[in-house]
């Protein structure tokens, strides 16, 4: 049992340092004017927005009358007496359309600016940006043995408080539209709960001695770690039932639908943890990577995968655990970080991004990979991240 629990110490690790992403492209982006009358602070936002995004190249308050009539133009201006975001598309120096966002609250901006930022995104027809509008909740570890669930935007700009009062942990998306949440809340027994953001209903689903947490949803069907005997092993609920997937002696975590057959998850059958995949239909077990001394974390989108593996071995320091990004269907294996300690991958709605938590100096942080532009960027958190999902 202490193996086990020191296992799930590393699983839900934090992470440090500079990292490099294989691909990109792009070349030649479109050139942009962004004016914008406002906060400071909702300025910031927007810059940063556009940065992340990477797919203009950007002219703040450009007064150039000749790139006034060859590029586009957009005029943001934020009311804070109103909460209202106005974003006027000029072109050829005349306005061609208005788009205003409006809020109740002034912190609630952040999400304002995104999706402006998208509308324009998708004005261009670009590549999707849906990462940019997908809201983030996470279990922020405040007190010991106590945790609070927090809905954010994917800059943690935005904090509101959903869930407190006790050990509240592993919240996970329970559907595309994001109105509805699972985690688990640790009672006499850890339970699984279904809560709705909006309403604040809140159902019981099931209880279990030992671990419980949701690894994955997919099309109403939940993957759950569960450890009703002791040993964790990963489970299938569906149509109200429980469907045992994985029956080896040992530890088998963090369960994930990958591709149309097959599910991936981490086990120590091999001794340390590995990720391994199996196929529902055959019941064949395969291990998916050899890299490292062992993992522990991954995520899947469609038939990729990524995943957190350590790769140095010691005793008395930090350990290095890079992230690894592997496609089922050519085998391919790409390095996306080099060094320090990156933990816990999670793609974006759409798979154009990885979102990840680095640990720095005993805080945490969010990473983000948009993996085709070649970028990385964190934003740091106050005190210890347990979780998340995007």
């Given at each position: 049992?202490?193996?086990?629990?020191?296992?799930?110490?590393?699983?839900?690790?934090?992470?440090?340092?500079?990292?490099?992403?294989?691909?990109?492209?792009?070349?030649?982006?479109p050139k942009i004017i962004v004016n914008f009358q406002g906060p400071t602070q909702v300025k910031k936002l927007l810059k940063m927005d556009f940065t992340v995004l990477d797919h203009f190249k950007v002219l703040y308050n450009d007064t150039n009358k000749s790139d006034l009539k060859n590029v586009m133009v957009f005029d943001f201006s934020y009311s804070s007496a109103n909460k209202k975001l106005t974003v006027k598309y000029v072109k050829n120096l005349n306005v061609i359309d208005i788009k205003s966002y409006k809020s109740n609250t002034f912190a609630y901006f952040p999400f304002l600016i995104h999706h402006a930022v998208y509308d324009i995104n998708e004005f261009f027809h670009m590549p999707s940006a849906k990462f940019l509008i997908r809201k983030v909740i996470y279990s922020l570890l405040i007190a010991p043995k106590e945790a609070n669930i927090y809905l954010s935007d994917y800059t943690l700009s935005y904090?509101?408080?959903?869930?407190?009062?006790?050990?509240?942990?592993?919240?996970?998306?329970?559907?595309?539209?994001?109105?509805?949440?699972?985690?688990?809340?640790?009672?006499?027994?850890?339970?699984?709960?279904?809560?709705?953001?909006?309403?604040?209903?809140?159902?019981?689903?099931?209880?279990?001695?030992?671990?419980?947490?949701?690894?994955?949803?997919?099309?109403?069907?939940?993957?759950?770690?569960?450890?009703?005997?002791?040993?964790?092993?990963?489970?299938l609920y569906k149509n109200h039932k429980l469907i045992q997937i994985t029956k080896y002696p040992g530890i088998n975590v963090d369960g994930k639908f990958w591709g149309k057959d097959s599910i991936a998850f981490i086990s120590d059958r091999f001794g340390p943890p590995y990720v391994f995949s199996k196929n529902l239909k055959t019941g064949v077990v395969s291990?998916?990577?050899?890299?490292?001394?062992?993992?522990?974390?991954?995520?899947?989108?469609?038939?990729?995968?990524?995943?957190?593996?350590?790769?140095?071995?010691?005793?008395?320091?930090?350990?290095?655990?890079?992230?690894?990004?592997?496609?089922?269907?050519?085998?391919?294996?790409?390095?996306?970080?080099?060094?320090?300690?990156?933990?816990?991958?999670?793609?974006?709605?759409d798979g154009t991004?990885?979102?990840?938590?680095?640990?720095?100096?005993?805080?945490?942080?969010?990473?983000?990979?948009?993996?085709?532009?070649?970028k990385i960027f964190y934003y740091n958190l106050p005190k210890i991240l347990q979780s998340f999902d995007w």
């Amino acid at each position: 049992m202490k193996r086990f629990f020191l296992g799930l110490i590393l699983f839900f690790g934090f992470l440090y340092s500079k990292e490099i992403v294989i691909t990109k492209y792009l070349q030649n982006k479109p050139k942009i004017i962004v004016n914008f009358q406002g906060p400071t602070q909702v300025k910031k936002l927007l810059k940063m927005d556009f940065t992340v995004l990477d797919h203009f190249k950007v002219l703040y308050n450009d007064t150039n009358k000749s790139d006034l009539k060859n590029v586009m133009v957009f005029d943001f201006s934020y009311s804070s007496a109103n909460k209202k975001l106005t974003v006027k598309y000029v072109k050829n120096l005349n306005v061609i359309d208005i788009k205003s966002y409006k809020s109740n609250t002034f912190a609630y901006f952040p999400f304002l600016i995104h999706h402006a930022v998208y509308d324009i995104n998708e004005f261009f027809h670009m590549p999707s940006a849906k990462f940019l509008i997908r809201k983030v909740i996470y279990s922020l570890l405040i007190a010991p043995k106590e945790a609070n669930i927090y809905l954010s935007d994917y800059t943690l700009s935005y904090k509101k408080l959903l869930i407190s009062g006790g050990l509240n942990i592993f919240p996970k998306w329970a559907n595309v539209a994001q109105t509805v949440i699972y985690f688990t809340k640790m009672e006499n027994l850890p339970v699984l709960y279904k809560f709705n953001i909006y309403t604040g209903k809140m159902t019981k689903i099931l209880s279990t001695q030992g671990m419980l947490a949701v690894s994955d949803v997919k099309n109403g069907q939940i993957l759950l770690t569960l450890a009703p005997k002791g040993l964790p092993d990963v489970y299938l609920y569906k149509n109200h039932k429980l469907i045992q997937i994985t029956k080896y002696p040992g530890i088998n975590v963090d369960g994930k639908f990958w591709g149309k057959d097959s599910i991936a998850f981490i086990s120590d059958r091999f001794g340390p943890p590995y990720v391994f995949s199996k196929n529902l239909k055959t019941g064949v077990v395969s291990k998916v990577l050899y890299q490292g001394k062992n993992q522990v974390g991954l995520d899947t989108y469609n038939d990729k995968m990524v995943i957190s593996t350590r790769e140095s071995s010691n005793a008395f320091g930090n350990n290095t655990f890079n992230l690894f990004l592997v496609n089922k269907n050519n085998e391919t294996l790409k390095r996306l970080t080099f060094g320090g300690q990156n933990m816990n991958p999670n793609f974006s709605v759409d798979g154009t991004s990885i979102m990840f938590i680095k640990r720095e100096h005993f805080f945490s942080k969010i990473g983000i990979i948009r993996l085709n532009e070649n970028k990385i960027f964190y934003y740091n958190l106050p005190k210890i991240l347990q979780s998340f999902d995007w």
